[in-house]
């Protein structure tokens, strides 16, 4: 019972982290940046992170003679962790790919600039808190989802009016 409060605090910040990222680039008023320059960019970054976690995922089998032939991961285990951070990674960067180009095109390249290096953070608080103590996780899963949904439907709303 006691780890809702901390995932729903992990979410109102993941909340307010979505507003600053979003709502900070609008309102700093950047020059538009086209999305054929922003959006290499804005994938950069996320992307390192995944090389870091399939490196730490390929670290570990290699030095664990119970997992280096390809058995499955122990449940709780450290690299059961890691493999769903991993795994939840690309579901939220499968996410940034089909949205943040429109992003990018409607509300100009800054922002997904700005989601790109928020993206990353976020999801390296999810894997540290993730490992800490699973309910810390709410924020990074958060802080890596409500900026893209919220970064959609403002570039929609634009699109629309």
């Known amino acids: 019972m006691h780890k809702r409060p901390t995932i729903l605090l992990g979410m109102a910040a993941g909340a307010l982290w979505a507003l600053v990222i979003v ?10 940046l086209p999305p054929p320059l922003a959006l290499p960019g804005a994938f950069l970054v996320p992307g390192l ?24 991961f122990t449940p709780g285990s450290a690299a059961w962790i890691d493999q769903r951070v991993l795994a939840n990674t690309l579901e939220q960067l499968v996410l940034a790919l089909v949205i943040w180009p429109f992003v990018a095109l409607v509300l100009g390249g800054a922002v997904v600039v700005a989601l790109g290096i928020g993206f990353s953070v976020a999801r390296l608080a999810f894997w540290i808190g993730y490992h800490v103590s699973p309910p810390l996780r709410g924020f990074g899963f958060a802080a890596t989802f409500y900026p893209t949904v919220l970064a959609a439907l ?5 699109w629309v009016v």
Not at 23 to 32: D, E, K, R, S, W
């Open 23 to 32: 709502g900070g680039v609008q309102i700093a008023g950047l020059p538009y």
């Open 49 to 72: 992170v995944m090389v870091a976690m399939i490196g730490r995922l390929a670290q570990r089998r290699f030095f664990d003679d119970a997992i280096i032939d390809g058995a499955d």
């Open 154 to 158: 403002w570039a929609l709303a634009v």
